[in-house]
């Protein structure tokens, strides 16, 4: 059993998260900055005189290897030390479990998770790649999936890194069922050796098995003389597009692998759309009913709570500036626009330099790095880019500024990218191509306006209670969602049921509500209206919406309008509306108790909405809500 320490270094010990081949995983608090955090700790007195330097001297390397990534995909290492009894690595604390705990507990993932999965790993990887870190030992049990469904690479403990002299050309480091052929025969590793693994865990998902299995020696002699089965055999959902990406990912020859993680993540979408999408049809216009509710008791069936084994990253080395820079001294208003075209970013520089300060690039990694280290008020991107798509831009954006407001400017209309930009980004407004000037220097001045009085707040974001007592509102003609959304989160808030908008207006005079679900489908105009209402006057309850809905027009418009916090196409996946509503009951907790975050989701008035008949009807029923249930301000 182990004695728990009180402290390590300056950090104060609350208990143990798990344990591993080295040593322990504690629980700490940093008490300066009020910070949790988790602390990988090895003992020393539990190593040889032999063991001990070379353990040492490789743990201090881990430090080294992540200290010089910084990325919302990667774990994040904020300190490392070292003294008589104990050498620690000091890393942020992630609410979650590894994604060999979710592949052993779950009876398989749907196509369009893997490909939120797959992407943001190799969004991860792929940072580190550019900063010259190889990982080494990709698997299950070092990728953690948050408690949102975003995913943290961790344990970098076997990394390479350029100049290290820890590993060598002849060493076997890694885990058997996901190293590539080189990693068997000790051959020199480069970036195509995770990029295999990352296949592998593809692979893995998608099918529900590995490409080998069998012990050691068995893995090994498939890896290096044997071709895996064809994964669209395994899984007939699966394009034969998607044989020919994961074949690629692991090829026998590295040279004949993807190049890069972004080559491998960009035919991994096409393979994954092509899968969602073999004919081009329209998706199905309702879920199978009897597999939702069962999807659902399972992904709510409860489970103990899991251990984690975090390794971490820290600050990156200083990238080049050359295109964007910052005079600290001036205080007002910061804008941060990344386009491809020149002749864009000299427009709309031109609109807006006599007013703001505007920084201006065509490349979105250097925008995020700088995003990092300076405080931007408004970030605007577009959203086609060749380097990295204007939604993914601003989804990272918001990981790293939170308080940055945010707009995609675009004149291409891909709805699965709108959506993409609720889902991941939370964008302020979508703008089209060609814009309106007079339009666009209202909404950045909104915009700024709002980042300036929110730029300085500290506001932790509120712990979801086992019960809370503002509910979940199913706004729908059909009552499955209602009984899904019931067997999901019924334990912890009611959840209600309105077949109409009387019923629902109802429903919210007489109770809390948090979150509003509803299909945009059932009574279009009302719904449409009461969302945009709701919003203008009561922009702490937060609304999800289920449809079949194709019209790209419409998802702008709720975005302008009505804010949506998170869309959900139909047949619904049951994991996602579960993170949806969570993420949106956590939220509303931040808001009750810091009112103020609610500035930075001032919608347009929809005036003619307001005047219309049942405009007058909505506003009577929900406008004196906020000070009902809420607290005005």
């Not at 609410?95 to 991860?124: T, W």
């Not at 990352?198 to 998608?206: H, K, R």
């Not at 055999?233 to 020919?244: E, I, R």
């Not at 879920?287 to 999807?295: E, K």
């Amino acid at each position: 059993m182990t004695t728990l320490p009180e402290k390590i270094g300056k950090y104060e010990i609350q208990g143990i998260l798990g344990r591993g081949g080295m040593g322990v995983v504690y629980k700490g608090y940093d008490r300066g900055i009020a910070r949790n955090v988790a602390i990988k700790a090895i003992s020393k007195a539990m190593l040889d005189n032999d063991e001990l330097k070379h353990v040492v001297a490789r743990f201090r390397h881990e430090a080294q290897a992540v200290g010089r990534l910084v990325h919302p995909r990667i774990v994040q290492i904020y300190d490392y030390g070292e003294d008589d009894q104990v050498a620690y690595i000091v890393m942020e604390l992630v609410n979650g479990k590894p994604l060999s705990e979710h592949l052993a507990q779950e009876s398989g993932y749907e196509v369009r998770e893997v490909g939120e999965i797959i992407r943001q790993l190799l969004d991860g990887v792929g940072h580190a790649h550019a900063e010259h870190v190889i990982h080494r030992d990709i698997k299950p049990s070092n990728i953690l999936v948050n408690s949102d469904g975003r995913i943290k690479l961790n344990d970098f403990g076997i990394a390479r890194i350029e100049a290290s002299n820890l590993t060598q050309v002849g060493d076997v480091l890694g885990t058997p069922h996901y190293m590539a052929p080189e990693q068997f025969l000790g051959a020199e590793i480069d970036t195509q050796a995770d990029l295999y693994s990352v296949g592998v865990i593809a692979y893995e998902l998608l099918t529900g098995r590995k490409p080998f299995t069998g012990n050691t020696a068995a893995v090994m002699q498939a890896v290096l003389n044997q071709e895996p089965e064809l994964p669209s055999h395994l899984q007939s959902k699966l394009s034969p597009l998607m044989d020919k990406v994961l074949l690629k990912a692991l090829a026998k020859k590295a040279t004949n692998r993807f190049r890069s993680a972004h080559e491998f993540a960009e035919a991994f979408r096409e393979a994954i759309n092509a899968s969602l999408n073999p004919t081009g049809a329209a998706p199905a216009s309702g879920p199978d009913t009897s597999a939702l509710m069962n999807a659902a008791r399972m992904i709510n069936t409860p489970v103990l709570d899991p251990t984690l084994t975090p390794s971490g990253e820290s600050p990156s080395a200083s990238s080049d500036d050359s295109a964007i820079s910052l005079d600290t001294g001036v205080k007002k208003g910061r804008l941060l626009i990344i386009d491809d075209e020149e002749r864009i970013l000299t427009a709309l520089k031109s609109l807006f330099r006599n007013r703001y300060h505007v920084f201006a690039t065509t490349d979105g990694n250097k925008a995020l790095d700088f995003l990092r280290r300076y405080q931007m008020h408004v970030v605007i991107s577009d959203q086609r880019m060749p380097i990295m798509t204007g939604v993914e831009l601003l989804r990272q954006s918001r990981d790293i500024s939170p308080r940055s407001v945010r707009i995609l400017l675009t004149g291409y209309s891909d709805l699965a990218s709108i959506v993409g930009s609720i889902n991941d980004g939370e964008i302020y407004r979508f703008i089209s191509k060609p814009w309106d000037n007079t339009e666009l220097q209202k909404i950045v001045a909104e915009g700024v306006t709002i980042a300036l009085e929110l730029a300085n707040t500290k506001t932790a974001v509120a712990e979801l209670p086992e019960k809370m007592d503002a509910g979940v509102l199913v706004i729908d003609k059909d009552e499955e969602i209602h009984r899904v959304a019931r067997e999901l989160v019924g334990k912890r808030c009611p959840v209600h049921y309105a077949a109409d908008l009387d019923g629902a207006l109802a429903v919210m005079q007489s109770h809390e509500v948090a979150v509003v679900i509803t299909d945009i489908e059932a009574g279009y105009d009302q719904v449409m209206a009461m969302l945009k209402i709701l919003k203008q006057e009561n922009p702490q309850i937060l609304t999800i919406v289920v449809t079949t809905a194709s019209d790209s027009e419409l998802v702008i418009e709720l975005i302008n309008q009505a804010q949506i916090f998170r869309f959900l196409n139909k047949p619904v996946n049951v994991r996602l509306l579960k993170s949806h509503v969570e993420a949106a009951q956590q939220r509303y907790l931040t808001y009750k108790q810091s009112p103020e975050l609610l500035d930075a989701h001032r919608v347009q008035r929809a005036e003619g909405v307001r005047a219309s008949s049942i405009g007058m009807r909505v506003l009577d029923g929900i406008k004196s809500l906020r000070g009902k249930w809420f607290g005005g301000r």
